[in-house]
């Protein structure tokens, strides 16, 4: 079974609007989380780290301002997009790598936003 | 981060056996060798994990030389179902950050 869970599934919204995707470790707790953006038909771009208790880590080119990310407790972890605009739909997909196996990520099913 | 080389894509017919290998020139000494496999709309899910020479679990085989340059994912008797993307990358031991590249794209045929 799933091992790290993502929700919603898939966010149809309005332009301005802000979306919220959750992350969340099932039966283990982790202090770090990953967030991933995908286009069509390219590749996982990282986007950010996200760390409990302490400010999220950026990827260079990653706006901080507009993908705001909290970690609030050891196994939910949580990526807003403010004001989404159409230019930022795409398939957002969260991991988290399991205690006592940091090097082996567990990745969530994503979300599909799509910003009309 | 060591960067990995991967073919873009790959064709296959179902029951053969599939290899695809990944190049990573200037992996770490503290680095793993990792595949994913991804569908269309989903998140990737774990393959397969090596260090070195040889690992085999329950649906896939990893070979990875002595150099640990290179590394060759063997899928057996592959079906429709693995059809997918398949990525290469190299963990390192502590950090967790994983950077994807292109990945190959593998089609099975009937």
């Known amino acids: 079974g799933a091992v790290v869970s993502q929700h919603p599934s898939r966010v149809i919204c309005k332009s301005g609007t802000s979306v919220k995707i959750e992350c969340r470790s099932l039966d283990f707790q982790a202090t770090t989380m990953f967030w991933y953006r995908q286009f069509p038909k390219q590749s996982l771009m990282l986007m950010a780290t996200?760390?409990?208790?302490?400010?999220?880590?950026?990827e260079q080119g990653v706006e901080k301002d507009k993908f705001l990310i909290n970690h609030a407790s050891l196994t939910l972890s949580t990526l807003t997009v403010t004001s989404a605009h159409p230019e930022d739909s795409s398939f957002y997909i969260c991991?988290?790598?399991?205690?006592?196996?940091?090097?082996?990520?567990?990745f969530g099913a994503g979300t599909r936003l799509s910003v009309l | 981060l060591a960067k990995t080389t991967q073919p873009i894509s790959m064709d296959s017919y179902e029951g053969q056996e599939v290899n695809i290998t990944c190049s990573h020139n200037?992996?770490?000494?503290?680095?793993?060798i990792t595949w994913y496999q991804q569908f269309p709309s989903q998140g990737p899910r774990f393959i397969i994990q090596?260090?070195?020479t040889k690992v085999t679990n329950e649906v896939a085989s990893l070979f990875i030389p002595a150099d640990r340059k290179s590394s060759t994912l063997s899928l057996p008797r592959v079906s429709l179902s693995d059809t997918a993307v398949y990525y290469c990358?190299?963990?390192?031991?502590?950090?967790?950050?994983?950077?994807f590249g292109q990945g190959t794209t593998l089609q099975v045929k009937p």
């Open positions: 991991s988290a790598p399991r205690t006592g196996r940091e090097n082996i990520q567990y």
């Open positions: 200037n992996i770490a000494t503290n680095d793993y």
């Open positions: 996200s760390n409990e208790g302490s400010k999220a880590t950026y």
């Open positions: 990358l190299v963990t390192e031991g502590n950090t967790g950050k994983l950077i």
């Open positions: 090596g260090y070195k």
